[in-house]
């Protein structure tokens, strides 16, 4: 069985989405949904629009050399790290020039740090003429410098500006963490991010197939449902401020500023799967903005009768947005093929479960 799924090809994954529109079709009215649409098409990324969190910030997990990169910033006579001590709290400061990588405290000093340090790179420009002299700036710090396009742009320069200061010790960044690689939209495992749809949707029926590739550390694959859209010169909220369905086995999060939990209540338990996130699945997520409300049903095979496994009920959650596939950490690798949306489909009721 392991193997029979491993290697199902995309020309089957093709006609299971093929067969489960054709099914549905004759299950709802026209006036009650739109006619089913693709929102992959297997070869592009177009229609979706990608945010890798470690472009425009730092983690913890960016910088490659910690106790290196702290000793710098507490001893460092360079004028980059004279700036960047300068700017932090002097409690900070301080636990910085006292740090030591086995320390019972080390974790949230490095925390309490990477979040000064965030303060700076969404500030204003941290380029100076003479701050910067001898430091070999890459090609694209020198677009941005001469072009920067708001607050995104902005955040970014900084970002790469640390990079090109401290090569040895923080880790390259980059702009897009997904991929096409076989037919499947692929998470690359480049770091903390989303790739999200450029249109909006408020009642709709999401079906898609997807397995997990490998993850170091590890973390379930992720979909985000009522997401805040960035502006064109904001920082977008982390994982979108989205509720965060995990699948295949119902994992949860609520990302709303504010929250940032488990979800507590919000989310029901339907039932407790063990399918293996490594073999291909078919997901269906019934979403309704307007009532907060969504619902989860996973088949694995991805031909065979789906369970439901979770719901979330939270008016105060739903709004009209985009949809996100999260990868939540580096080092994930999940795939995601035949990704389809019916719209306006109301009340209507889970299908795969039929």
């Known amino acids: 069985m392991h193997r029979t799924i491993e290697h199902l090809t995309r020309r089957t994954f093709v006609r299971l989405a093929g067969a489960a529109i054709s099914s549905r079709a004759t299950l709802f009215h026209a006036e009650d949904t739109e006619p089913p649409i693709p929102l992959f098409d297997g070869k592009t990324l177009n229609g979706w629009l990608q945010i890798e969190n470690d472009a425009t910030s730092l983690s913890s997990g960016g910088i490659s050399d910690q106790p290196a990169f ?34 019972p405290n080390a ?5 309490e740090l990477v979040k000064g340090l965030n303060q700076v790179i969404s500030g204003p420009s941290i380029y100076d003429a003479t701050r910067f002299q001898g430091i070999h700036l890459g090609p694209e710090t020198r677009q941005l410098l001469s072009h920067n396009d708001g607050h995104q742009g902005l955040a970014r320069l ?24 076989d037919g499947a939209m692929a998470s690359n495992g480049s770091g903390r991010g989303v790739i999200y749809t450029t249109r909006d949707f408020t009642r709709y029926r999401l079906t898609f197939a997807m397995r997990h590739i490998s993850g ?39 990302y709303r500023p504010g929250k ?50 979770l719901s979330f009920t939270d008016p105060t959650a739903g709004k009209t947005g ?26 209507q009721d889970l299908v795969s479960t039929k």
């Open 70 to 103: 702290l000793a710098r910033l507490a001893n460092g006579s360079d004028p980059v790290s004279t700036f960047l001590r300068a700017q932090l709290d002097a409690t900070v400061k301080a636990d910085v020039a006292a740090f030591s990588a086995t320390s």
């Open 260 to 309: 940032n939990n488990s979800g507590g209540t919000a989310f029901t338990i339907i039932n407790k799967p063990q399918f293996d996130p490594h073999q291909w699945s078919r997901v269906e997520l019934l979403v309704d903005a307007t009532k907060g409300t969504a619902r989860m049903a996973v088949a694995q095979p991805p031909d065979t009768k789906a369970i439901e496994v």
């Open 216 to 254: 170091q550390p590890d973390h379930q694959a992720s979909v985000l449902i009522f997401c805040v859209r960035p502006g064109p010169e904001e920082k977008p909220l982390d994982a979108l401020g989205g509720i965060q369905f995990q699948v295949p086995n119902g994992g949860h999060w609520d």
């Open 107 to 111: 974790k949230p000093i490095l925390s």
């Open 158 to 181: 900084n970002k790469l500006l640390l990079e090109d200061a401290y090569p040895s010790v923080l880790a390259t960044s980059v702009t897009e963490g997904w991929t096409v690689k």
């Open 322 to 347: 985009p949809i996100a596939l999260q990868m939540h950490n580096a080092g994930l690798q999940d795939e995601y093929t035949a990704i389809t949306i019916e719209v306006k489909s109301g009340d």
